[in-house]
């Protein structure tokens, strides 16, 4: 299914599923490393976005976005011992996908509402809705997640793609305080543990 959003992932191939589909964070989320909270500049507010910065999908606002997690603009996307990576991929000058570097150099990617892939370059994942790899920004490791910025509207209040509240669907899986398990979710550490 996902195969006609991104047309260069073959799994078992060049990339491998990481975790199953799951409505609940989008790939900027996954970028930071969290899994519980749609991260997006939409205009409605129904997305998480830092309220100090505009609500457009440019390049240079998610510069700053990733800016205020700590990272900083770098012009290689190539692996380097001791840092991790995201790279920003663009359509006509807006964002449309984020990719994550992984320890062992593969990288780490959401498909839409879909799964979660490792994959060997950013290749793999450009095209389709993706569009190029534009930007690569960079933090030294530290084996965490990134600390994020304070995010508007309340956790409470967000919804995915679908327009689904996040708070119903962690409650359909069984969880009662949405503020809690946002906070607390995070990628599993994991990742990038083999090949593709």
């Known amino acids: 299914m996902f195969e006609t959003l991104v047309p260069n992932v073959r799994l078992g191939d060049n990339s491998q599923e990481t975790s199953g589909q799951t409505p609940l964070y989008n790939c900027i989320a996954h970028s930071v490393q969290t899994a519980l909270v749609y991260i997006w500049p939409d205009a409605d507010e129904e997305y998480a976005?830092?309220?100090?910065?505009?609500?457009?999908?440019?390049?240079?606002?998610?510069?700053?976005?990733?800016?205020?997690?700590?990272?900083?603009?770098?012009?290689?996307?190539?692996?380097?011992?001791?840092?991790?990576?995201i790279v920003i991929f663009q359509i006509g000058g807006r964002v449309a996908h984020a990719a994550l570097q992984l320890e062992n150099g593969h990288w780490t990617s959401k498909i839409g509402d879909l799964i979660d892939i490792e994959h060997i370059d950013l290749q793999v994942v450009s095209g389709g809705v993706n569009g190029a790899p534009t930007q690569a920004v960079r933090r030294r490791a530290t084996g965490l997640p990134p600390q994020l910025?304070?995010?508007?509207?309340?956790?409470?209040?967000?919804?995915?793609?679908?327009?689904?509240?996040?708070?119903?669907?962690?409650?359909?899986?069984?969880?009662?305080?949405?503020?809690?398990?946002?906070?607390?979710?995070?990628?599993?550490?994991?990742?990038?543990?083999?090949?593709?």
């Open 149 to 196: 910025p304070p995010l508007h509207p309340p956790l409470s209040q967000l919804v995915n793609s679908s327009g689904t509240p996040l708070a119903r669907l962690t409650r359909d899986a069984g969880n009662t305080n949405i503020e809690a398990t946002i906070a607390s979710a995070t990628m599993p550490r994991h990742l990038g543990s083999g090949p593709p």
């Open 49 to 85: 976005w830092p309220p100090t910065l505009p609500r457009n999908d440019s390049v240079p606002n998610f510069v700053e976005f990733y800016q205020q997690c700590g990272f900083e603009p770098c012009g290689d996307p190539s692996f380097e011992e001791g840092y991790e990576k």
